[in-house]
């Protein structure tokens, strides 16, 4: 008798399959959607529901015309966010007033930057552009933002971008544009720099957010660490358990 698969349990059998490295071929490109319609017997409508899910748990990126992609940096004990977890910094600040203060930049190769995508090496002669944004919400210290942009992807990056949306700068004026975004929240201690802008000792602890940016093509364009002052930080959940 054919196993009836729910989407859940199809979303349940896919999972254990990319956990055990037997769904995806050696670049972690998955089968096609008619290979896997075939192969569960189910239709494309509630193969794409499953695949959604794997998408929104952080388990697989789609690239447009190409298919769908494992997370190679994935592992049992390190599964990613749901996609419905925000920040402030992705919510509507409706009358909130969002600003960079100060802002550098410099050209650097990989050999020198402070810390490293999560599961991306380059050549030690790569070049990056480091960003560093010191930002305030209604005047009042917000976050310090530093980022590596691959230098062969965006550029030069003018001084008038660094106080504005970079991501938006990219897509208007480079047509490049991020298409998902991985997030790892851990804790670090600040810098006497990075103190001194928060009002805070030297070695205080930091809500640190780690972001690596990747193109529709699964290409990484930029990775970040953004430094909260930890007294005034909010972290947002919404789950939504019903249709």
């Known amino acids: 008798m054919t196993k009836q698969w729910t989407i859940d349990l199809l979303a349940a059998d896919l999972i254990a399959r990319i956990e055990k490295k037997s769904l995806a071929d050696r670049n972690g490109k998955l089968p096609s959607e008619k290979e896997m319609m075939e192969h569960y017997q189910v239709s494309?409508?509630?193969?794409?529901?499953?695949?959604?899910?794997?998408?929104?748990?952080?388990?697989?990126?789609?690239?447009?015309?190409?298919?769908?992609?494992?997370?190679d940096q994935l592992t049992q004990e390190q599964k990613a966010?749901?996609?419905?977890?925000?920040?402030?910094?992705?919510?509507?600040?409706?009358?909130?007033?969002?600003?960079?203060?100060?802002?550098?930049?410099?050209?650097?190769?990989?050999?020198e930057i402070d810390f490293s995508p999560s599961h991306q090496r380059f050549s030690d002669n790569q070049l990056f552009i480091e960003v560093e944004r010191f930002r305030t919400l209604d005047d009042q210290p917000y976050l310090i933002e530093k980022s590596y942009y691959l230098?062969?992807?965006?550029?030069?990056?003018?001084?008038?971008?660094?106080?504005?949306?970079m991501f938006e700068y990219f897509a208007q004026e480079k047509g490049v544009t991020v298409s998902f975004i991985d997030k790892f929240i851990r804790c670090e201690l600040l810098t006497a720099k990075q103190a001194a802008f928060?009002?805070?000792?030297?070695?205080?602890?930091?809500?640190?957010?780690r972001d690596d940016s990747y193109l529709r093509e699964g290409d990484l364009m930029a990775f970040s660490k953004i430094f909260y002052d930890y007294r005034e930080t909010t972290l947002f959940m919404h789950k939504k358990l019903q249709d």
Do not use: C, W
């Open 198 to 209: 928060f009002g805070m000792n030297a070695g205080s602890p930091s809500l640190v957010v």
């Open 44 to 71: 494309r409508y509630s193969l794409r529901q499953a695949l959604s899910r794997l998408s929104k748990r952080g388990y697989i990126y789609q690239v447009q015309g190409r298919g769908s992609y494992v997370h």
């Open 151 to 165: 230098a062969d992807i965006v550029g030069q990056i003018p001084e008038s971008a660094m106080y504005g949306s």
């Open 81 to 111: 966010v749901q996609s419905d977890l925000g920040f402030t910094e992705d919510l509507a600040r409706e009358g909130k007033l969002i600003q960079t203060v100060q802002a550098t930049q410099r050209l650097v190769s990989y050999a």
